[in-house]
């Protein structure tokens, strides 16, 4: 049975886990190490079962918490070449024993998780997603997304759960009180996905096959859970498929461990 948690997804901070078969990985560890730690023991998990931390991008809600994790617990943290340079000088010093590289496209396997990392449109170093094949089943984690690409999209497809970003409402955040750079970043092609596309691209996967969906990287700014929850059963209804009966939805949390799944 595949475990999966969403530890923190936020714009203030994202860790989500997945265990499988006697191997634990994180993906991102942006919060404290101490809060990753307590959410685990929170889900009946220790870190000392973690065997990899895999990275998506540089930006702080993503590795704050990852260099000191890997030192307290001498856990190799993964990464492309390019992030590696980006976000090197934040983690502290680190043993090279624990520096790993998994390029774009590239695929490993760790224990009997398969993983492969795919390109994000972001304005980061090099930023990506993660596929995870366990047991027949893929996983997907895609956050942190400026625009919809086919490539991106033929990535998130023929998967069985997706954590996908639902970043902010779009009315929100043009009304809101953030500065008109910082808006026209975040709606920018490598800024973040709003309601509206995260539910046009969920009815769009589950039409073709998708049963799992959680939605994660919510503006604390320009969203709320609820909004993002109704935006995307709007979309799947559309569609004539029932967000309550044909599939499964939820809102990852920010700031705590969200529903344990296990598929």
Excluded at 178 to 207: F, S
Excluded at 223 to 248: G, S
């Amino acid at each position: 049975m595949i475990k999966v948690c969403s530890l923190f997804s936020g714009s203030s901070g994202n860790c989500i886990f997945v265990s499988y078969n006697g191997t634990s990985i994180l993906i991102d560890a942006g919060v404290s190490g101490k809060r990753i730690e307590k959410a685990l023991e929170g889900i009946g998990e220790s870190f000392e079962n973690i065997k990899g931390i895999f990275i998506t991008h540089e930006h702080n809600d993503h590795i704050s918490g990852a260099g000191i994790l890997s030192r307290r617990y001498k856990v190799p943290i993964y990464a492309n070449a390019v992030t590696w340079n980006a976000m090197r000088p934040f983690l502290g010093k680190l043993s090279p024993e624990y520096t790993r590289q998994i390029e774009l496209e590239e695929s490993l396997l760790l224990g009997d998780i398969g993983i492969k990392s795919f390109p994000i449109p972001h304005d980061a170093a090099c930023p990506v997603g993660y596929n995870f094949f366990i047991d027949g089943k893929k996983l997907t984690i895609a956050t942190d997304i400026g625009h919809m690409t086919k490539e991106l999209i033929a990535n998130l497809e023929k998967s069985d759960m997706i954590l996908l970003e639902s970043n902010h409402d779009i009315e929100m955040l043009k009304t809101g009180r953030y500065p008109w750079p910082l808006k026209q970043r975040i709606l920018g092609e490598n800024g973040h996905l709003c309601n509206d596309m995260a539910g046009k691209v969920v009815a769009y996967l589950a039409e073709n096959g998708t049963k799992s969906f959680l939605l994660g990287h919510l503006s604390q700014e320009n969203n709320f859970p609820e909004l993002a929850y109704r935006t995307v059963c709007n979309a799947l209804m559309e569609k004539n498929i029932n967000p309550r009966e044909d599939v499964y939805l939820e809102v990852a949390l920010r700031d705590r461990a969200s529903k344990v799944l296990y598929i």
